[in-house]
């Protein structure tokens, strides 16, 4: 079967890459090609935003009223919600997610959608008190320009809305360079807001290697902010490039998030949110509660039971409603599951459960691991300090709060954290401690449009959700007047 070519989109139309190169991209599950993807350079990039500093500066989408620009997000939301399935299906067909979670995760996007759209005729300016006799100042918010949007694979459309629902709700226009291996979504998904009205050059999606279609796009002098979801080390570049051009970053990166359970928790619960806080998404996942810190006296008995419940994960094809987790999603990325996986064991870890590769259930050719739990594991193992973004757990024991604390915060990374126990004065002593963007308590993975999210430390910059984050896609103009016919404050100052 011939392979499906597609075009990146541009200033409101599909058009071919101009160097005239593309990429394969696969079905994880099938293991075989599907599509040939622009593999977008310099130039894309150079008519991508050339359109989106149009479509910024002149036409439509400058002219229009906030409340406008609030029901242009509306329609988006609803081209989002009527379109759920046929999204989601892309999304499988790239990452390897099951269905059932992917779907479940599109039908949640149109959320942000709604929640920045609601805001954007409520982005007010001020009028300031003035120490200057006859003159008044103003201030003013606008937009920043032309946004650089730079996202992964694991949860494409979502990560994706996360940036583009406030900077469109602010004013501003977007250029977006989605993953080289899921960059079919937001090709999809742009002509579907081109459907819905919006203005030509409002949205744009180039696609492309990271070196190559992102780091132009990261560098070019007429992009405003880059909003990157990624690795460190992808996020580590962004930042250097950004630093160049003196353009202000948000960085969604990595995590090595500890899941902490007490004594005194509910251990039932616990084993349940600390299995599905590794193993949902097959461990693909930022926040994915890769280190379980147990207080020793329950040690043995919690591993018992999420052995048990672990033993219970089908994996699987990720069309089918039985599967809990579906394939890696990418060779490199099982390469690399793999190579952690062998540190642990050079290092001395103990082998609870799985450990190695399992063949496909179907008997393909896809790419699975079955869910590893390793215990006897030190917080100063590779294991426990490299993120593997795969489904490994590393059980790490402890004898008291001030240890839990310290082996939690003992990482380079600050993105979640767990915290398991009945004890309503540790609940506060310990979440107060954490170096984390998000601490959930006897409960894990939980995110809203409502609530701000991001890292602390190696784990990011800035913040993406909640009322503030209109925020970060906007800047302050403050305005002088004299109302009066003499320049008092004139030169010289
Ligand atoms: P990645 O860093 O390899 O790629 C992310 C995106 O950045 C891709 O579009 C890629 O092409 C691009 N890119 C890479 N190098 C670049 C460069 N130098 N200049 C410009 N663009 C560049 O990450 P990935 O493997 O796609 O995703 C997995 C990572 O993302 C994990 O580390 C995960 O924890 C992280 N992640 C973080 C969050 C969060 O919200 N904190 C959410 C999801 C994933």
Avoid at 141 to 162: D, F, H, K, Y
Avoid at 287 to 310: F, K, M, N, P
Avoid at 371 to 386: C, H, K, L, Y
Avoid at 400 to 406: C, I
Wanted: aromatic share 8%; proline share 6%; charged share 20%.
């Amino acid at each position: 079967m011939g392979l499906e070519t597609l075009a990146n989109f541009i200033d409101g139309a599909f058009c071919p890459p101009v160097g005239g190169a593309y990429f394969e991209t696969d079905d994880p599950f099938t293991a075989e090609a599907w599509g040939l993807i622009p593999r977008s350079g310099a130039e894309d990039v150079d008519r991508a935003v050339a359109a989106a500093r149009r479509a910024f500066r002149e036409g439509a989408w400058p002219a229009m009223t906030p409340g406008q620009r609030g029901a242009a997000l509306h329609r988006i939301a609803e081209a989002i919600a009527e379109n759920a399935e046929e999204l989601a299906r892309i999304e499988v067909r790239d990452n390897g997610k099951t269905y059932k979670e992917m779907l479940a995760q599109v039908k949640r996007i149109p959320d942000w959608y709604r929640f920045f759209g609601g805001l954007a005729d409520k982005i007010t300016g001020a009028v300031l008190p003035s120490d200057k006799p006859g003159h008044m100042n103003y201030l003013t918010r606008e937009p920043l320009g032309v946004i650089a949007m730079v996202t992964p694979w694991n949860s494409p459309l979502m990560l994706l809305a996360w940036k583009l629902a406030p900077a469109l709700a602010a004013g501003n226009t977007a250029v977006v360079k989605p993953s080289e291996f899921t960059s079919a979504s937001a090709l999809r998904f742009a002509e579907l807001v081109a459907a819905t009205g919006l203005p030509s050059g409002v949205l744009n999606v180039v696609t492309g290697l990271g070196s190559e279609a992102g780091a132009a796009l990261v560098g070019h002098r007429d992009v405003a902010k880059v909003a990157f979801t990624g690795g460190v080390g992808g996020g580590c570049s962004v930042y250097s490039a950004a630093a160049v051009g003196l353009k202000p970053v948000s960085l969604e990166l990595g995590g090595k998030s500890p899941n902490i359970v007490f004594e005194d928790a509910d251990l039932e619960m616990a084993a349940r949110g600390v299995v599905a806080g590794i193993f949902g998404s097959g461990g693909q996942s930022c926040v994915a509660g890769s280190r379980l810190l147990v207080q020793r006296g329950i040690h043995d008995r919690l591993v018992a039971r999420i052995v048990e419940l672990t033993g219970k994960i089908r994996l699987g094809d990720p069309m089918s409603p039985d599967t809990d987790i579906g394939p890696v999603a990418t060779r490199p990325q099982f390469e690399r599951i793999m190579t952690c996986i062998g540190w642990a064991k050079e290092d001395g870890a103990a082998v609870a459960t799985g450990g190695s590769q399992v063949p496909d259930p179907s008997g393909g050719r896809a790419l699975f691991v079955a869910p590893t739990i390793f215990t006897g594991v030190r917080n100063d193992m590779r294991i426990a300090q490299e993120e593997v973004f795969g489904p490994v757990l590393c059980v790490i024991p402890f004898d008291d709060e001030a240890e839990a604390v310290a082996i939690a915060n003992d990482t380079r990374f600050g993105l979640g954290a767990g915290l398991w126990t009945r004890d309503v004065a540790r609940v506060h002593r310990v979440a107060a401690r954490l170096e984390a963007g998000t601490v959930w308590v006897n409960t894990y993975k939980i995110t809203s449009h409502l609530s701000p999210f991001g890292g602390y430390k190696a784990s990011g910059l800035g913040r993406e959700g909640g009322m503030e984050m209109i925020g970060g896609y906007l800047q302050t103009k403050s305005v002088w007047l004299n109302l009066t016919d003499e320049v008092a404050y004139g030169f010289p100052l």
